[in-house]
Every structure is written in C-alpha cells, then in structure tokens.
C-alpha cells in the first residue's frame, strides 16, 4: 500500500524581516553614556538600553527565523524534485540556522519532520523516529505535533509495528483534526495511513470506512486529478479486495489508474502498481487473460525502472507464470 506523505500548511511565527547592515554588524552592546546623557536618569538610560537590546534581539531573532523557514521551503521543493542529498542538506542546514545557540523555533520541528519523512523513506527508520521524538518533546503547536505522530505511524508501520503504528496515527489524527479542521488536505493523509495500517491488521471493516474518507476529503481538498487522490483509491481498494469486496475493489482501482494515467503519465511507475491491482482483482474474479495484459503492462513500465530482483518485479512474474498456467 501507499502510505502517504503529510505536507502541511502550518501558520508559524516567523516573519520576513528586512536584513540591514546594521543589523549584521551590531556588537550587542549599549552606549549607556551617550544615553545617560540624552535621558538624564541612571534608571532610564539603564531601562532605555534594555529596551534598544530587547528590540535588537528580536530582529535578528526573526531574520534568524525567517531565514531557516526559507531553507526549510527549499529544502522540501528538492525533496519533493526526488534530490535527496541536496534536500536532506537544506533540512540540516535550516536545523543548524534556527539553532545557532539559541532555543530552535517552529522551523526546527517542521524541518525534523520533513527531515524524518526523507529519513523513512530512504529507510532510515531509528533516526527517522529520533527527529520525530524531538517533535514531540519540543513543539506545542498541535498540527506540528499531528505531523509528527502522523510520520511516527509510517515509521511504526514499515517496522512492522502494528500496535505502535495504530496509536500513533490516532494521536495524529486527533490532533490534526482540532488544529486544520476536518476536511484538510493533512487530515486525509492522516486517514489514508490509518486505513492502512487498520487494513494491515486484519481490521477490513475499519480499514474501509477510514480509506472511504481518506478519498472524500482528499477530492475535495486536491482535487480528483491529484496523486494523493489515486494513492486513497488504490489503498481503498486494496481493502476492499482483502474483505472479499472484488468487484468495487476492481471499480476504485480502475479510477485511480485513470487519474495517474492522465496526471502522472502511462509510464510513471504508481501507473504499473495501479495496472498490477487491477490484475489481482481480475484474477481474483477469474478473468485470467484481462489479468494477464495487466501484469504484462505492468512488468513492461518497471522492468527499465528497477534491478533485476526487485520484489515489485519478482512479483509481477509470479503473477504471470499463474496466468499462463491457468485457462485463458
């Protein structure tokens, strides 16, 4: 299944603020003299150079800021472009930005977040989930939290920690519900893993309703022609097939192979998993020689794609060999 990733549009208190070269060059120090002399008063010039301080640290606190949400921002559009290097360095350079000796910000829990999904993915998981820990440790903003619980589930669930990865999409789902509202695009993806995992634990039933709205909420927040979308349809059908289901199982797989199809393109590769579904389902309700276009449609898109032992393709040959040895 496609677990699903969380891009969040979190509100933080970072703002631009103008860089000047006064700013850069401060010594952080006061002119009590020169003051003293203007107000007057030991306590006032005292009191007036508390107030100059505080007010400079402020504006480099928030340039500081602002300039790690931009590395983060950058960060992400590499992760997301598929360069891994380069994004898992701009994540690491907006962390050591937001820190520099200070108390991090929110950046630095929206940039281990994102850091821990790119992490999980490259199948990191024990530093994956130390970043998402930190989250929970740190950040009080409930949908950073939702975003880390959400992430710790994906992390849970490739361990095959079922009970681990169950309360923590539970948790996340909570609490992205009270902080985006209940039809946000970051609470689809959140019942999009929880169908997932439910659907991983035998839980058909559950699995269904959570992938069901999973799909609602996701075509009305991205849109039909979105990948997210064809991602809840293929996992709903998945579940669907599980309980027994197959003809809406074969229905929502058909429908996210038309949306990858036209967003994604024929040769993409969510394409070959969309065409391998179908051939399950049809194979399933013994329509072998439809299966088989499928599997070799399938096969033909990922066999540039992958090593020659990747388990996608070692699957589809099984899938294959049962079709040419079954009736036509």
Partial sequence: MSEGELELEVELEAKPVAASGELAQSSGACDLQGVLAAEGSGALARRACERD????????HGLRISTASALNNEARERHLAGWVEGARQGYDQALRED??????????????VNLALLLHEQGDHAAAEQHLQWVLEHASHPALRGAAYHNLSLVRLAQDDLDGALAASQRGLRALRASQGRAHGSVGAALNALGTIRAERGELEEAIVALEAAVEIRTSALGRLHPDTAASLTNLGIALGRAGRWEEALARQLEALEIDQEVLGPRHAATA??????????????????ARARFAAALEILEPQRP?????LLELRRWLALCNAGPS
């Fill in 53 to 60: 301080l505080a007010i400079e640290r402020e504006l480099a």
């Fill in 273 to 290: 998993v969309d065409l391998a579904q179908i051939g399950e389902a049809l194979m399933a309700l013994h329509r072998t020689r439809a």
């Fill in 308 to 312: 020659i032992d990747d388990p996608e």
């Fill in 99 to 112: 820190a520099d000796g200070r108390e991090p910000s929110a950046v630095s829990a929206l940039a281990r």
